[in-house]
């Protein structure tokens, strides 16, 4: 991908070693799919608040159709962005060309992050739901 955001969880050791004791070692169904439900809202936010021409003029639709999450990266991380060679320029700026950086993901970023720690905590309470109707 040409243009990254990585959305991470500081504390990730003390989480992972929580939930290591729910079940066994090596399963973090919850964090994962916290993290997979993270860049959903944060891809979303991107293709419909920063690509729909409140932050970028977007005439096609091959900018939004490009923004990917990648899967999970060791239950730690997840990467959303686009692989496209104007992502980078549009994001970032080029300023040997008089192009200022729009900031589309790290808007969509910003703007997702109050709503992050909410779907942590409904996945490792669902987790848990499904620990105590064992």
Do not use: C
Request: glycine share 8%; hydrophobic share 40%; no cysteine.
């Amino acid at each position: 991908m040409a243009v990254r955001m990585r959305v991470s969880v500081s504390g990730m050791p003390a989480v992972r070693e929580a939930l290591s004791r729910l079940k066994p070692p090596g399963s973090d169904a919850a964090v994962k799919r916290a993290l997979q439900r993270s860049g959903k809202l944060v891809n979303e936010i991107t293709r419909t608040k920063f690509l729909s021409g409140q932050v970028l003029n977007v005439v096609d639709d091959d900018l939004r159709g490009s923004i990917r999450t990648d899967p999970v990266k060791r239950n730690a991380f997840i990467e959303i962005g686009s692989a496209l060679p104007q992502a980078d320029p549009l994001e970032f700026g080029w300023p040997g060309h008089n192009l200022r950086g729009r900031h589309y993901m790290e808007g969509a970023v910003k703007r997702a992050e109050p709503q992050l720690p909410r779907i942590f905590i409904e996945e490792i309470e669902r987790e848990l739901a499904g620990v105590a109707r064992r």
